[in-house]
């Protein structure tokens, strides 16, 4: 599975971002797709995740303000980012997952800055 994210930038403090992650290669029906992310000297950490079949989790600090969303033709996830803050500030990492596989995939990283 590849993943091939796109759509980060430099905004500034309450400002919106689109991110879009497309999967290719061999994508079973059957999957989770995501976004985390990692700030420096920070753990890689959730933000928003969708199943196949259409159940969403969010983390604390992007619920109200983040959405997720994916477009299974596509094999694309989109996370729509709004109000944005300093704090979110990171490289936003696409993830995709299923229980076909014993491992999980990464994107390659997209940087987000949040600053005036």
């Known amino acids: 599975v590849q993943l091939q994210a796109s759509g980060g930038g430099l905004v500034q403090p309450g400002g919106s971002l689109r991110l879009s992650c497309a999967a290719s290669g061999s994508i079973f029906s059957i999957n989770s797709m995501g976004w985390y992310r990692q700030a420096p000297g920070e753990q890689r950490e959730l933000v928003a995740a969708i199943t196949s079949g259409g159940r969403r989790n969010y983390a604390d600090s992007a619920k109200g303000r983040f959405t997720i969303s994916r477009d299974i033709a596509k094999n694309t996830v989109y996370l729509q980012m709004n109000s944005l803050k300093p704090e979110d500030t990171a490289v936003y990492y696409c993830?995709?997952?299923?229980?076909?596989?014993?491992?999980?995939?990464w994107g390659q990283g997209t940087q987000v800055t949040v600053s005036s």
């Open positions: 993830h995709y997952s299923s229980i076909y596989y014993s491992r999980d995939f």
